[in-house]
């Protein structure tokens, strides 16, 4: 039972416009989020979280945005660029601490120039 | 700069070896992880360690063991290889303070043929 689920498998953005990456979940028990960034043959790296209690966190570039009553999140990313190529995961957690993250399947986004 | 090392980027096994595979990281992190990614799954925890011999399965055990006898290295077993273990896996670890964080090694792509 896939929990946090990113339907879109791939996204091609035009380099300067908006990337907007989607996930949805499931569990409503869950308290954190946040967005991986992976390049290939590399782990992935931490972009940006956001809390339940909030609903927009910002950080330079990225925006992320959490509508709870909806269970769905979303990624912006504007401008966008061509070092952003790459596989996006949402993950969500139960609460602060808890040690376990869910993560999604993943969004391949491909900058065009 | 924390750094997540493993031990092998490729590795190519027979069904049926006994496989381990590394994962060591250098900031006194508790917590470690094992995930394996698969295309169209994403990544799906397998187990986690948050103390030295401590242990909890994750949401896909079935198959693997693990081992935490130093604070700073993390081992998966695959006690029997098989085929349906093919993937990429990839370890994390993370602060308990700043659990949401995890910070990934490169992974390694285990083929088992």
């Known amino acids: 039972d896939q929990q946090v689920k990113q339907n879109s498998p791939s996204l091609s953005v035009q380099e300067g416009r908006i990337s907007i990456l989607n996930c949805d979940y499931t569990?409503?028990?869950?308290?954190?989020f946040l967005w991986y960034k992976k390049y290939p043959a590399e782990g992935p790296t931490f972009l940006i979280s956001i809390s339940s209690i909030k609903d927009k966190n910002e950080d330079g570039r990225f925006t992320v945005f959490l509508n709870k009553s909806a269970k769905h999140l979303s990624l912006h990313i504007v401008p966008s660029q061509p070092g952003d190529s790459a596989v996006y995961f949402c993950?969500?957690?139960?609460?602060?601490?808890?040690?376990?993250?869910?993560f999604g399947t993943g969004t391949r986004l491909t900058i065009i120039p | 700069d924390v750094k997540v090392t493993q031990s092998s980027r490729y590795l190519v096994k027979r069904t049926g070896e006994k496989v381990f595979l590394e994962c060591v990281q250098d900031?006194?992190?508790?917590?470690m992880f094992w995930y394996r990614q698969d295309p169209g799954l994403g990544l799906r925890l397998i187990y986690f360690s948050y103390d030295v011999k401590m242990k909890e399965k994750g949401d896909i055990p079935e198959g693997y063991s693990v081992s935490r006898e130093k604070k700073e290295r993390f081992s998966l077993i695959l006690e029997s290889a098989s085929t349906n273990q093919t993937s990429m896996y990839l370890c994390?670890?993370?602060?308990?303070?700043?659990?949401?964080?995890?910070?990934f090694g490169p992974g390694t792509r285990l083929t088992v043929t």
């Open positions: 993950a969500a957690q139960l609460d602060f601490g808890n040690e376990k993250l869910t």
């Open positions: 994390a670890s993370s602060l308990t303070s700043h659990s949401y964080e995890q910070y």
């Open positions: 900031m006194d992190h508790e917590n």
């Open positions: 569990n409503s028990m869950f308290d954190y």
